[in-house]
């Protein structure tokens, strides 16, 4: 951790203090945790205050921390080959809403995430918002504040179902305006839940359920200890001791 970004921390502390959640360092970044009902508060103050001045906003987009913190990898048995084996139906994109595992760690469901930037200052900030509802993600909308927020609000809503109260014109803008859901959501279907082709005899773009997509898991292998691998190295070790 940089000097600058804890002085910068304890600055935002101070000022802020009484409408922010907190504020931590994570990453050599300064990061600020806000309820909805103080977003465009604090989101005004370092804009304006000239001991912040964060003009620029160069990114918002959303979180979905559904199943935060859990595994679908066995963790508890080492195997042969050194890899953990894949536990069926815990994954986010293959269980039941009824059974869907739950926001970990204490968190809401979905959150907004914006990246200012202080050219003033040369520093950067980290602004996270969890919406209130899990069910109706709602949070203001910053294009008042940084007009640029407006396609990065938008692509946020049509990918994550994160609604900005305030808005001008919140609508889908990278999928088709009939499209179902929401796609970075982790209860969407990996395999999604319809395909679209053109049909010559109809001479139109039509949908209808998948059928070519073959589920899969969006899990990296977890690497563990090789149980051969180490029974090779206390032979060699024996090996050594009678040589």
Not at 76 to 105: I, L, M, Q
Not at 194 to 219: K, N, Q
Request: glycine share 8%; aromatic share 10%.
């Amino acid at each position: 951790m940089s000097a600058d970004t804890a002085t910068l921390a304890q600055r935002i502390e101070a000022r802020l203090g009484e409408r922010i959640v907190g504020v931590c360092v994570s990453r050599g970044e300064t990061v600020v945790d806000v309820l909805p009902e103080n977003w465009l508060a604090v989101a005004r103050a370092l804009r304006d205050e000239d001991e912040f001045k964060f003009a620029q906003l160069i990114d918002v987009c959303g979180v979905d921390y559904l199943g935060y913190g859990q595994v679908e990898w066995d963790t508890t048995d080492v195997t042969a080959t050194g890899f953990s084996r894949g536990v069926e139906g815990e994954g986010p994109g293959r269980f039941d809403w009824a059974e869907r595992p739950r926001s970990g760690a204490g968190h809401r469901r979905f959150a907004v995430v914006v990246q200012l930037t202080s050219v003033a200052h040369n520093c950067r900030v980290r602004l996270r918002c969890h919406a209130s509802d899990d069910a109706l993600p709602v949070v203001p909308s910053l294009v008042p504040l940084w007009p640029v927020a407006d396609w990065f609000e938008r692509e946020t809503f049509d990918l994550f179902g994160i609604v900005f109260e305030g808005h001008p014109d919140l609508r889908r803008i990278l999928t088709d305006y009939g499209f179902v859901g929401h796609p970075f959501r982790k209860d969407f279907p990996l395999i999604g839940n319809v395909e679209v082709r053109y049909d010559e005899a109809l001479g139109r773009v039509i949908y209808e359920p998948v059928t070519s997509v073959v589920p899969r898991v969006l899990v990296p292998r977890t690497l563990r200890h090789d149980s051969s691998l180490e029974q090779a190295q206390a032979e060699q070790a024996a090996d050594l001791q009678k040589s």
